[in-house]
């Protein structure tokens, strides 16, 4: 609407809502392996949560579209990833942050934070993240990559 300063065809509106339905309804691909580190992370009794970040109608599809919200004890969706937002949800379960281990694609809001509060941390990279996500020099000491 601003591009097009309020002149933009109906017809055109359609088509983006029709690209965003499509997106709404795309099948969830997992990362390969996922699911049976999930299965074997629960059968061997460990508290799993999922905390993701984003906007909460597409997060409560993509997750129930997973096959995945078995798995978790709880899932999270947060508007803001940063160490306020991590600390509340350790204190609302009840989880000292040294025995909090966050896995986690992403160095800049799952990795560093949690290990600023003093949680531990396994980075699992993945072939696309976001550019903001991107950390420059060296990595924090005792962070562990998933080599898969």
């Keep these: 609407m601003a591009v ?14 029709d690209y965003g339905r499509t997106m709404l309804e795309h099948p969830v ?3 390969e392996g996922a699911r049976e580190a999930l299965e074997t992370l629960r059968a061997r009794d460990h508290e799993l949560w999922l ?6 109608f597409d ?17 999270e969706i947060v508007s803001e990833k940063d160490q306020v937002t991590y600390q509340r949800l350790l204190d609302r379960y009840g989880v000292v942050a040294d025995g909090f281990p966050m896995v986690g694609n992403s160095v800049r809001s799952d990795i560093l934070l949690v290990i600023e509060i003093g949680g531990r941390a ?8 976001w550019e903001h ?13 998933w080599r898969g």
């Design 4 to 17: 097009t300063e309020k002149r933009i065809p109906a017809e055109d509106i359609q088509t983006i809502l």
């Design 122 to 129: 396994v980075h699992v990279p993945y072939e696309i993240t």
């Design 29 to 31: 691909e997992l990362i």
């Design 51 to 56: 905390i993701t970040k984003g906007d909460l």
């Design 133 to 145: 996500e991107h950390v420059e020099g060296a990595l924090p000491e005792g962070l562990l990559q």
């Design 59 to 75: 997060q409560e599809s993509k997750i129930a579209r997973s096959g995945l919200v078995p798995f978790f004890h709880a899932i």
